[in-house]
């Protein structure tokens, strides 16, 4: 795999970044049930036990539920991207083995595929 050390070193930054920003996203909406492998479970607040309260909580969990989904989905993209850089497998397409255009993943560091499989 010939990506510049340079050009990796960048989407890497560019990685840690998007992993803190979505851990902070999804910290205030979910709770971890394995951090560092990005599983969270959606949370909500506890308003109260009344039953008005109750359909609160329930309505800001169904609220959240397909955010936090979208979250985890795309925080464990940055996770397994990330583990690739650290073995070498960084860039290839999960598909057809090819390499990734590097354009690609300079718009989507976390790409697993290559334009063509998308
Ligand atoms: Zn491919």
Same mark, same amino acid.
């Given at each position: 795999?010939?990506? *510049?050390?340079?050009?990796?070193?960048?989407?890497?930054?560019? =990685? =840690?970044?998007?992993?803190?920003?979505?851990?902070? $996203?999804?910290?205030?909406?979910?709770?971890?049930? *394995?951090?560092?492998?990005?599983?969270?479970?959606?949370?909500?607040?506890?308003?109260?036990?009344?039953?008005? *309260?109750?359909?609160?909580?329930?309505?800001?969990?169904?609220?959240?539920?397909?955010?936090?989904?979208?979250?985890?989905?795309? =925080?464990? $993209?940055?996770?397994?991207?990330?583990?690739?850089?650290?073995?070498?497998?960084?860039?290839?397409?999960?598909?057809?083995?090819?390499?990734?255009?590097?354009?690609?993943?300079?718009?989507?560091?976390?790409?697993?595929?290559?334009?063509?499989?998308?």
């Amino acid at each position: 795999m010939a990506i *510049d050390p340079k050009i990796l070193n960048e989407l890497k930054e560019a =990685l =840690l970044k998007e992993k803190a920003e979505l851990e902070a $996203d999804l910290k205030r909406i979910a709770k971890p049930v *394995d951090a560092p492998r990005g599983d969270y479970e959606t949370s909500f607040d506890e308003v109260g036990t009344d039953r008005e *309260d109750n359909t609160t909580e329930v309505e800001e969990y169904a609220d959240n539920l397909p955010v936090e989904m979208t979250l985890e989905k795309k =925080l464990k $993209d940055v996770i397994d991207a990330l583990g690739k850089i650290e073995k070498g497998t960084y860039g290839i397409c999960e598909n057809c083995n090819q390499e990734i255009d590097i354009e690609r993943l300079k718009a989507n560091p976390s790409a697993r595929t290559c334009i063509k499989c998308n």
